[in-house]
């Protein structure tokens, strides 16, 4: 008789069943705090989850808070907004740069609709990720390299100046 792991604990009230398995609430926060995702915001526009350093443990302030209402400047609330109202309207994900991105440590901001099991839209989901590991990665697999394009206009340093970074990311 072939031993279903899965059947076998599938009552087990300390696993919650998953639309592909189960996992213990320890095992979704040690999960999620190992990924890059970030944040998570229902239907109704309401933050439920933010990403902390694992060796912190509070609630932020913001939890349960509309979706960009903490923010300071009212330009990025603004934006917050555009980018909740596109990922409702259909749009799958919204990626954006951060400011302070030079041509080697390169963060992108990914904002994901989520979908429940019938496609409706049932939030969004943030990750925050360095992709220049990933292209070099890609180049050095690849054999590949990237050149600089002289008639892009965009001016993005070579390293962080303004906070005294210095190293190399790797």
């Avoid at 009230?13 to 320890?26: E, Q, S, V």
């Avoid at 933010?50 to 912190?56: A, D, F, G, I």
């Avoid at 913001?62 to 259909?90: H, R, W």
């Amino acid at each position: 008789m072939k031993d279903n792991w899965l059947e076998q604990n599938s009552n087990n009230k300390d696993y919650i069943r998953l639309n592909a398995g189960l996992m213990t609430i320890n095992e979704i926060d040690n999960f999620l705090n190992s990924t890059s995702v970030l944040s998570f915001v229902d239907s109704d526009k309401r933050l439920h989850y933010y990403k902390q350093p694992v060796n912190l443990n509070y609630s932020p302030d913001e939890i349960g808070q509309e979706f960009g209402t903490y923010l300071q400047d009212p330009d990025k609330v603004n934006e917050a907004n555009k980018i909740f109202a596109e990922l409702k309207a259909g749009k799958k994900v919204i990626y954006k740069g951060n400011s302070g991105n030079t041509k080697k440590h390169f963060v992108v901001d990914s904002y994901y609709r989520i979908e429940d099991q019938d496609s409706h839209f049932a939030g969004i989901g943030i990750e925050s990720q360095d992709i220049y590991p990933l292209v070099k990665f890609y180049l050095r697999a690849t054999g590949q390299s990237l050149v600089d394009d002289p008639d892009n206009e965009v001016d993005i340093p070579e390293v962080d100046t303004s906070t005294g970074a210095s190293e190399e990311w790797t």
